[in-house]
């Protein structure tokens, strides 16, 4: 009997025991799968490649190399073979513009006077061409112009073909030069020859100091005989679009 009740009295004191393991246990809250489902992952970097991505690409567009020169001619000589041999000077004003990546338009005027002669020749030329840049900034072209000539002694036009090529060494310092091929027109005679042109120009910040020598020989395709006429060309040069 003693022993029953001793048995009884220690499950009575243990029975409280499973019932506090079970309050001591953490709870751990499960979280549904379609909820955890259906929260997006934010991607590293993702919105800003989309939004770079969205931005439309900007049309490359360089005009370097497009300028504006006034200049004087201290020194010029009109000669024609067995019958004119005269120094004069003059005045004149040309520019460059490039549009789009691989075009240009040029235009030019120019004025001479030759006093002894009493001759004056004036000269207009309007082109267009291709024109290329590399990474070193030189620029190269190939330019259709038309030109026209008026004198005393004879109007003259037509069209020529040049081939166009600038370097710069350094950055105030840019060489440029120009061979061409001329076919023009007069009253009494067709004529045709090269022309040729080498320069420098002193860059002083966007604007710069120039001087360039041209050459142009004609010859009478009947005659064989026709003008030549040389230029020194001092001036100052404005560069913009670069």
Same mark, same amino acid.
Not at 32 to 60: D, I, N, Q
Not at 116 to 139: C, H, M, P, T, W
Not at 200 to 222: C, H, P, Y
């Given at each position: 009997?003693?022993? +029953?009740?001793?048995l009884m009295l220690c499950a009575s004191l243990l029975a409280p025991l499973p019932a506090l393991a079970q309050e001591d246990e953490p709870v751990v /809250?499960?979280?549904?799968?379609?909820?955890?489902?259906?929260?997006?992952?934010?991607?590293?970097?993702?919105? $800003?490649? *989309?939004?770079?991505?969205?931005?439309?690409?900007?049309?490359? #567009?360089?005009? #370097?190399?497009?300028? $504006?020169? $006034?200049?004087?001619?201290?020194t010029t000589v009109l000669e024609i073979p067995g019958v004119l041999d005269e120094n004069g000077d003059g005045i004149g004003g040309r520019g460059l513009?490039?549009?789009?990546? @691989?075009?240009?338009?040029?235009?030019?005027? @120019?004025?001479? !006077?030759?006093?002894?002669?009493? =001759?004056?020749? +004036?000269? !207009? !030329?309007?082109?267009?061409?291709?024109?290329?840049?590399?990474?070193?900034? %030189?620029?190269?072209?190939l330019f259709l112009e038309y030109q026209q000539l008026e004198s005393d002694l004879d109007d003259i036009d037509g069209f020529g073909v040049h081939g166009?090529? +600038? @370097?710069?060494?350094?950055?105030?310092?840019?060489? @440029?030069?120009?061979?061409?091929?001329?076919?023009? *027109?007069? %009253?009494?005679?067709?004529?045709?020859?090269?022309?040729? #042109?080498?320069?420098?120009?002193?860059? =002083?910040? !966007?604007?710069?100091?120039?001087?360039?020598?041209?050459? &142009?020989?004609? /010859?009478?395709?009947? +005659?064989?005989?026709?003008? &030549?006429?040389?230029?020194?060309? $001092?001036?100052?040069?404005? &560069?913009?679009?670069?």
């Open positions: 009997m003693g022993r +029953s009740l001793g /809250e499960v979280v549904p799968v379609e909820e955890a489902a259906a929260e997006p992952a934010e991607p590293a970097g993702g919105a $800003v490649v *989309e939004e770079m991505a969205a931005e439309p690409a900007e049309e490359e #567009t360089d005009v #370097t190399g497009s300028f $504006v020169d $006034v200049f004087y001619v201290p513009y490039r549009f789009g990546r @691989h075009f240009a338009a040029s235009g030019e005027y @120019h004025w001479r !006077r030759y006093e002894k002669a009493d =001759i004056e020749l +004036s000269e !207009r !030329r309007l082109g267009f061409g291709l024109v290329a840049k590399n990474d070193s900034g %030189d620029l190269g072209g166009r090529l +600038s @370097h710069a060494p350094y950055e105030w310092l840019r060489f @440029h030069g120009d061979l061409g091929y001329l076919w023009l *027109e007069g %009253d009494a005679e067709k004529y045709g020859g090269f022309e040729f #042109t080498a320069g420098l120009v002193f860059s =002083i910040g !966007r604007n710069g100091l120039f001087v360039d020598w041209r050459r &142009t020989v004609l /010859e009478g395709k009947d +005659s064989g005989v026709g003008p &030549t006429v040389q230029d020194v060309r $001092v001036g100052a040069r404005l &560069t913009f679009g670069g």
